[in-house]
């Protein structure tokens, strides 16, 4: 009986899941899980942004890629999203590849030549309840051999 | 001479007294319609242009307040219903808790729970009138919807008025189960955004260029009462000419729906729908003082709560998102012509209105005797008429 009670005691003394925050919670833990499942053995840190974007909108930031590094560029959102679209984008802003077809899990596979600056692009093309949340991340694998 | 001279006086001061009630006053614009038209006074010009400027800047100013109100508010994020702001007086915490708790029973009746845009109400409480600054806007309700820079806040702006103040301040008891209408109307679209989230360009911008005027409630009752309406702010169509002027003060297609024609309330429904205009940041949707005189479909404020109900969440959220026109959409989603089922959706409000002339049959019966009688008494002059 104490032993009961002192469970539903310690329940009740944590704290609530904040709210807002369910969507965001979400691809957090997708995107944690997916990272999870990928064999990183580099030291170079995995990078990673989230948002939240409405349907047929897009966003876009800059990453460094180091040279004959091998990542995983890979993207998940929330329930409500049916279709996101992943682009890396070249330092001169054009396209180097698109990844239009795993709708909610698009994944990317680069080696860069050389350490430089690259862009990646996230367009959420289904959204049924807008605004989706999405996250990114940026995962190095491994360097290549020369 | 005495009798001609005095009748010759009271036709000039009759002439007078007309002058005085149909002219404007001096300085004062005429409205341009015709002179045998009573006309309201318009005042001078100067006074058109700063009343002009007055208004513009209230626009102006609940714009900059709601925008300062965005960025200040911090929300209860263990609340799932709105937060509630005050402006205008400092409330005691026992008095913000019975308008929250109001509030909470109203966001489950509207069947809302954690929503992914959330809303924040800002309750502007009467304020004394001073003559040394300009008066605020406090009598116009207002939104700002979620943008680019706050995607999942929507804010209404209420302005309580003196009833609701007192109310609200515990000087007024009377009136509970109307004070929780008033805050479920008070939602406005915000209460589509947070059931719905933002929608699709083509449906917000067909929103835009009819402020709202279709998604202005999403409740399933009337906007103030059980079965109150905006139609019923137009009288009795037996009892008035009111109702005829309200009537006919609207557009053509929405009094070719009001007489349950599909082609008027296709027109009605679509109105602003033709061209993808440019959503405004920020997007204040500003609720006209007399909303219920500019609908274009009546009573257009429960309209998008009617579609959603009618078709489901399901298929409502496909129509809220959708990429395609609003006309296509909509059709998809209600399965039937638009003009067809809103003429239908109509008839459950009003009983069409008959248009055109409908003279009385008893006047229609005199005036076909007196002409009748005109023909013979000409006939029977004509016949008896010699010419020598």
């Not at chain 1, 004959?68 to 054009?94: E, F, H, K, M, W």
């Not at chain 2, 409502?316 to 809103?342: M, Y």
Request: net charge positive; aromatic share 8%.
């Amino acid at each position: 009986m104490r032993t009961a009670t002192t469970v539903l005691l310690a329940i009740a003394a944590m704290p609530a899941p904040l709210l807002g925050q369910r969507w965001e919670q979400q691809v957090q833990g997708r995107l944690a899980r997916a990272i999870d499942v990928l064999p990183t053995s580099s030291r170079l840190p995995v990078v990673k942004r989230s948002g939240m974007l409405n349907t047929d909108e897009g966003a876009s930031f800059q990453t460094t890629l180091v040279q004959r590094v091998s990542y995983v560029i890979i993207a998940v959102c929330d329930d409500d999203c049916s279709r996101l679209q992943l682009t890396l984008l070249s330092p001169s802003g054009s396209d180097i590849a698109k990844e239009r077809n795993s709708e909610s899990l698009p994944t990317l596979r680069f080696t860069s030549d050389t350490t430089t600056g690259y862009g990646i692009r996230i367009v959420m093309e289904g959204c049924r309840w807008n605004p989706c949340w999405y996250a990114v991340a940026v995962v190095p694998l491994g360097r290549n051999s020369p | 001479m005495a009798s001609l001279k005095r009748w010759l006086a009271v036709g000039l001061t009759a002439c007078f007294v007309l002058a005085l009630a149909y002219l404007p006053p001096r300085g004062a614009e005429s409205s341009g319609k015709s002179p045998f038209v009573g006309q309201p006074l318009w005042g001078t010009p100067a006074r058109q242009h700063a009343q002009a400027l007055a208004d513009e800047w209230r626009k102006v100013d609940a714009a900059v307040r709601l925008l300062e109100d965005r960025q200040r508010v911090t929300r209860d994020s263990l609340r799932a219903s709105p937060t509630i702001v005050f402006r205008g007086a400092t409330l005691p915490p026992k008095d913000v808790h019975n308008v929250e708790t109001v509030m909470d029973s109203v966001w489950r009746d509207l069947g809302l729970g954690e929503t992914k845009v959330r809303v924040t109400l800002v309750i502007e409480l009467q304020r004394p009138y001073s003559s040394d600054t300009p008066t605020p806007l406090q009598d116009r309700v207002a939104y700002l919807a979620p943008d680019s820079t706050h995607r999942t806040t929507c804010l209404a702006y209420l302005p309580a008025g003196p009833y609701w103040t007192l109310f609200i301040l515990g000087k007024r008891h009377e009136g509970f189960g109307r004070f929780a209408q008033w805050l479920e109307a008070g939602l406005g679209p915000c209460a589509f955004y947070a059931a719905y989230g933002t929608p699709g360009r083509s449906v917000e911008s067909w929103l835009v260029a009819r402020h709202w005027d279709v998604g202005l409630y999403l409740g399933s009752h009337g906007i103030a009462g059980e079965r109150f309406s905006s139609l019923d702010l137009l009288g009795n169509p037996s009892s008035s000419w009111y109702y005829w002027d309200g009537v006919y003060s609207f557009p053509p297609a929405t009094v070719a729906c009001l007489a349950g024609r599909p082609s008027g309330c296709r027109a009605a429904v679509l109105a602003g729908a033709a061209e993808e205009r440019t959503i405004p940041i920020p997007n204040v949707v500003l609720v006209e003082r007399r909303w219920w005189r500019v609908q274009n479909l009546l009573p257009g404020e429960r309209y998008l709560g009617d579609v959603a109900r009618a078709v489901g969440r399901e298929r409502f959220l496909n129509f809220w998102t959708t990429a395609l026109s609003v006309d296509t959409a909509l059709a998809g989603t209600l399965k039937r012509p638009v003009g067809e089922w809103t003429a239908e959706w109509q008839r459950g409000f009003v009983h069409p209105i008959r248009l055109g002339p409908t003279p009385p049959l008893g006047g229609v019966a005199i005036a076909l005797a007196i002409a009748v009688l005109a023909v013979v008494l000409v006939s029977v002059t004509a016949s008896r008429r010699q010419v020598r």
